[in-house]
């Protein structure tokens, strides 16, 4: 790295920093808390991406046991909350729903010329997304992961409040990209907070703590919707479960990675003797002077990475080294959450209750993410054969799914397939955090996930083409999947590697080292008095 070090510890306070929280800690109680608490953060506001397909009551999928007697009696034909009018000639202001209060198709009569606005909602929904992952992950790397979750999920309070209060479809479609906005938000930053939590060792964990949390978070909508009649009172109670990661994410650390590539390495070590204290093991040494220097809040010898400009790090990513990796890792993005949120949101067109449909989607992708643990940690799979080995082999279950004429068997094979989506998805979380250098991985794992938006803004209306042609639907979301996965071999494998800092980290292949043999290294450096370098 070309840094000065004492006694093989490193003097700038993020290289100190990386080497005391990769190998002085300890491993335990401190940082199982905090994935727990940071994963319930990630997947809690999911929730909201999938309340939305229970607010649009219109078919009998749709129907739970008690709203047969509640809302229409049993001639389901009867009743215009729940089945759009056969007669689109009568006009629109004379339609009166049976419930009102049911749907937002019921309130806001999205039904024969205004039908479209229905798939519509989801886009609108993605676009936010997309503008949540720019925004938050510049207001991440330059204020701090905790500042970029409570403005996420402050934003998001808002849009829940205000999608539950909706008065118009207009007013209900801002709230939707409001909370498009704050979920992307909450998500990004958390992972990466997350991760500079974790040790390479450790690291692993984060491929099913938080998606499992997220599973979960799918599930929750169904358990509401069919518990609470209402499409308001739902979304109330979505929006409050959403947002509880504001009543404990304040009394949280910030990360100590990103505080020491600010300068601010005494802040860091402060949190890093605490991390210790709750694991029981020694104290890390103390920072060197160089680490010492920055208790003022200024940088020591310029160890403060200075904020990069969007032109700088454009220049950075699009240069000869990082441009292909780049590339691959956003339509890796595009693909995942094209098929990702399409196949969560295709749940209606599934030859079943919506409600059960959803809720097996969420459960069956648990067994897939808890593999992601040990696949992604072993030596003959790692990231790189968990991502494109889902991307393979959920594409063609997909493709198998559409050919087999059994039902049972097809939903089985669909199911299984969307599970290894699944544990791509998770996988590339983890895969894409480690690709990129800490001064700039919030904002590219925002600009990477923005381009997941892109597909998943198209995945409504691809849906609304399964609702009458659900295998040529299904044939759209595995293509892109099956190719993706095979491109994707050109990547970088990360198991065991340790997190670059900086650009020039990189650019000398510190990446590229593997974090057990720097630590053999830096012991060994202590027993003989060598300089090692820097872990």
Same mark, same amino acid.
């Given at each position: 790295?070309?840094?000065?070090?004492?006694?093989?510890?490193?003097?700038?306070?993020?290289?100190?920093?990386?080497?005391?929280?990769?190998?002085?800690?300890?491993?335990?109680?401190?940082?199982?808390?905090?994935?727990?608490?940071?994963?319930?953060?990630?997947?809690?506001?999911?929730?909201?991406?999938?309340?939305?397909?229970?607010?649009?009551?219109?078919?009998?999928?749709?129907?739970?046991?008690?709203?047969?007697?509640?809302?229409?009696?049993?001639?389901?034909?009867?009743?215009?909350?729940?089945?759009?009018?056969?007669?689109?000639?009568?006009?629109?202001?004379?339609?009166?729903?049976?419930?009102?209060?049911?749907?937002?198709?019921?309130?806001?009569?999205?039904?024969?010329?205004?039908?479209?606005?229905?798939?519509?909602?989801?886009?609108?929904?993605?676009?936010?997304?997309?503008?949540?992952?720019?925004?938050?992950?510049?207001?991440?790397?330059?204020?701090?992961?905790?500042?970029?979750?409570?403005?996420?999920?402050?934003?998001?309070?808002?849009?829940?409040?205000?999608?539950?209060?909706? *008065?118009?479809?207009?007013?209900?479609?801002?709230?939707?990209?409001?909370?498009?906005?704050?979920?992307?938000?909450?998500?990004?930053?958390?992972?990466?907070?997350?991760?500079?939590?974790?040790?390479?060792?450790?690291?692993?964990?984060?491929?099913?703590?938080?998606?499992?949390?997220?599973?979960?978070?799918?599930?929750?909508?169904?358990?509401?919707?069919?518990?609470?009649?209402?499409?308001?009172?739902?979304?109330?109670?979505?929006?409050?479960?959403?947002?509880?990661?504001?009543?404990?994410?304040?009394?949280?650390?910030?990360?100590? %990675?990103?505080?020491?590539?600010?300068? %601010?390495?005494?802040?860091?070590?402060?949190?890093?003797?605490?991390?210790?204290?709750?694991?029981?093991?020694?104290?890390?040494?103390?920072?060197?002077?160089?680490?010492?220097?920055? %208790?003022?809040?200024?940088?020591?010898?310029?160890?403060?990475?200075?904020?990069?400009?969007?032109?700088?790090?454009?220049?950075?990513?699009?240069?000869?080294?990082?441009?292909?990796?780049?590339?691959?890792?956003?339509?890796? *993005?595009?693909?995942?959450?094209?098929?990702?949120?399409?196949?969560?949101?295709?749940?209606?067109?599934?030859?079943?209750?919506?409600?059960?449909?959803?809720?097996?989607?969420?459960?069956?992708?648990?067994?897939?993410?808890?593999?992601?643990?040990?696949?992604?940690?072993?030596?003959?799979?790692?990231?790189?054969?968990?991502?494109?080995?889902?991307?393979?082999?959920?594409?063609?279950?997909?493709?198998?799914?559409?050919?087999?004429?059994?039902?049972?068997?097809?939903?089985?094979?669909?199911?299984?397939?969307?599970?290894?989506?699944?544990?791509?998805?998770?996988?590339?979380?983890?895969?894409?955090?480690?690709?990129?250098?800490?001064?700039?991985?919030?904002?590219?794992?925002?600009?990477?996930?923005?381009?997941?938006?892109?597909?998943?803004?198209?995945?409504?209306?691809?849906?609304?083409?399964?609702?009458?042609?659900?295998?040529?639907?299904?044939?759209?979301?595995?293509?892109?999947?099956?190719?993706?996965?095979?491109?994707?071999?050109?990547?970088?494998?990360?198991?065991?590697?340790?997190?670059?800092?900086?650009?020039?980290?990189?650019?000398?292949?510190?990446?590229?080292?593997?974090?057990?043999?720097?630590?053999?290294?830096?012991?060994?450096?202590?027993?003989?008095?060598?300089?090692?370098?820097?872990?």
């Amino acid at each position: 790295m070309g840094s000065t070090e004492r006694g093989g510890t490193p003097e700038r306070p993020e290289e100190y920093a990386n080497w005391v929280l990769d190998s002085r800690v300890g491993t335990g109680r401190f940082q199982f808390v905090y994935i727990a608490l940071l994963g319930l953060a990630y997947g809690l506001p999911s929730a909201h991406t999938y309340a939305d397909i229970f607010v649009r009551m219109s078919g009998d999928k749709y129907l739970p046991p008690w709203s047969w007697h509640h809302d229409c009696g049993p001639d389901i034909a009867r009743c215009p909350v729940l089945s759009a009018p056969q007669n689109c000639s009568v006009p629109l202001a004379e339609w009166v729903p049976d419930a009102s209060g049911r749907s937002i198709i019921a309130d806001f009569k999205l039904v024969c010329a205004r039908d479209h606005l229905v798939p519509l909602l989801g886009s609108i929904y993605f676009f936010g997304f997309g503008v949540g992952l720019i925004v938050c992950g510049g207001v991440s790397d330059a204020r701090g992961r905790k500042a970029g979750y409570l403005f996420s999920v402050g934003t998001l309070a808002v849009g829940g409040l205000l999608a539950a209060n909706a *008065w118009s479809w207009a007013v209900y479609a801002i709230a939707r990209a409001i909370l498009g906005f704050g979920v992307a938000g909450a998500g990004n930053t958390t992972f990466v907070w997350m991760t500079e939590y974790c040790n390479p060792r450790l690291r692993p964990v984060l491929a099913w703590v938080p998606n499992v949390c997220f599973a979960l978070s799918q599930l929750l909508p169904s358990v509401v919707g069919w518990a609470i009649y209402g499409w308001r009172d739902v979304l109330l109670v979505v929006a409050l479960i959403a947002a509880s990661g504001l009543l404990y994410a304040p009394c949280l650390y910030e990360s100590p %990675r990103w505080l020491a590539l600010q300068g %601010r390495g005494q802040e860091a070590y402060r949190i890093a003797r605490e991390m210790a204290a709750a694991n029981r093991v020694p104290p890390p040494p103390p920072p060197p002077e160089a680490c010492a220097a920055s %208790r003022a809040g200024e940088p020591a010898h310029g160890a403060g990475a200075p904020e990069l400009g969007l032109e700088a790090v454009c220049a950075h990513l699009w240069g000869p080294r990082l441009r292909t990796r780049f590339l691959l890792v956003c339509l890796s *993005w595009l693909s995942i959450s094209f098929a990702f949120y399409g196949l969560g949101l295709f749940a209606p067109n599934l030859p079943f209750n919506a409600y059960a449909a959803n809720a097996i989607n969420a459960l069956v992708s648990v067994p897939f993410l808890l593999a992601g643990q040990p696949l992604i940690g072993s030596t003959r799979c790692g990231r790189k054969g968990a991502v494109t080995g889902g991307f393979v082999l959920g594409g063609a279950g997909l493709l198998g799914s559409t050919l087999i004429k059994n039902t049972i068997v097809s939903m089985v094979v669909y199911y299984a397939a969307n599970g290894f989506l699944c544990l791509a998805f998770a996988v590339i979380y983890v895969w894409s955090s480690e690709l990129f250098p800490t001064c700039v991985r919030g904002r590219v794992m925002g600009y990477a996930s923005l381009a997941g938006r892109f597909g998943a803004i198209l995945a409504p209306f691809v849906v609304d083409i399964g609702a009458t042609r659900p295998a040529l639907a299904i044939a759209i979301f595995a293509a892109p999947c099956l190719a993706t996965g095979v491109l994707d071999l050109l990547l970088p494998e990360t198991r065991g590697r340790r997190l670059p800092d900086t650009f020039e980290d990189m650019h000398h292949g510190e990446c590229e080292r593997s974090s057990e043999v720097l630590m053999a290294g830096q012991s060994s450096s202590q027993n003989s008095g060598r300089n090692t370098g820097t872990v």
